[in-house]
């Protein structure tokens, strides 16, 4: 029987030739190809960096903002960037936002603006207009010209045909206002008056429908009364300066039941807490 040892294998493994290991060249195909690949990554990421400073730098900077505006009414886009045409001339960065919402709050139909930069190229300008409660009128140069009144008591023009065709908007005359100024305001006693107006259109009830016009006394020591002129009636309505929704209502009330009784009555007379009225020829009283 024969032996077996571990060198006998030595000696097999001895005879076999040595291998050496080698990286192959890649194929010539594959090398452009992923050369090109490389070419194309390039010139994608130079566009997107071009169009990167085309975007942030150039195009801002060369073209005039696009101005937007929000909330007009009685004005419109082409009044209000009128005003500001001479900023209109730069660019989005060059574009002065502090002075275009100065130039616009000049305006007495605006009660306040803001002014607000969207990159790359848009202006937003929004504007909160003065909300008429009241109108009068004054005259300017031989011409009668109407006048809006707000709760705060500012007067400013504005769209004076919508205002008129309005029939809860009342007439108020009599106001010691000449002429008219940005930003002017009626005398203090009478912001009363206006504010009273203000609260009753608010209601549901649209009273002031009913009411033509209502016309400013004023007394000898400084204080003033009403005369109230209703819609569909001869006769004026004296009243003192306590005008709300109850003070209609009598009024309304009480119209009524005196042209009943006289039909020809052109004054009545609620103050001092009694009811009478007037006739061209006579008077009357009620209790």
Partial sequence: ??????????????????????????????????????????????????????????????????????????????????????????????????????????LSGIESVSVEKHFPDRIVITVNERECVAMTFINEGGRTIPIQIDKNGVLFEGNSTRIVEDKSIPIVSGLPVEHLSGGMRIPSKYRVLIEQISRIRALPQKYFAAVSEICVIPKKYGNYELMIIPENSRSRVLTDRSLNEDALQHMMVVLEVVNSIEPEANEIDLRYGSISYSTVSHGGHLE
Avoid at 19 to 43: C, M, N, T, Y
Avoid at 77 to 87: A, G, Q, R
């Fill in 1 to 106: 029987m024969s032996g077996y040892s571990i060198a006998d294998d030595f000696e097999e493994i001895g005879e076999f030739e040595q291998f050496k290991v080698e990286k192959l060249p890649a194929d010539e195909a594959d090398v452009k190809f992923f050369k090109w690949i490389k070419v194309i990554f390039g010139v994608l990421c130079g566009l997107l960096i071009l169009e990167l400073l085309l975007y942030k730098i150039v195009r801002p900077s060369v073209n005039p903002p696009r101005i937007e505006f929000k909330g007009c009414g009685n004005y419109t886009s082409e009044e209000l960037l009128s005003e500001i045409s001479p900023l209109y001339n730069g660019n989005y960065y060059t574009f002065d936002t502090a002075s275009a919402a100065a130039k616009i709050s000049a």
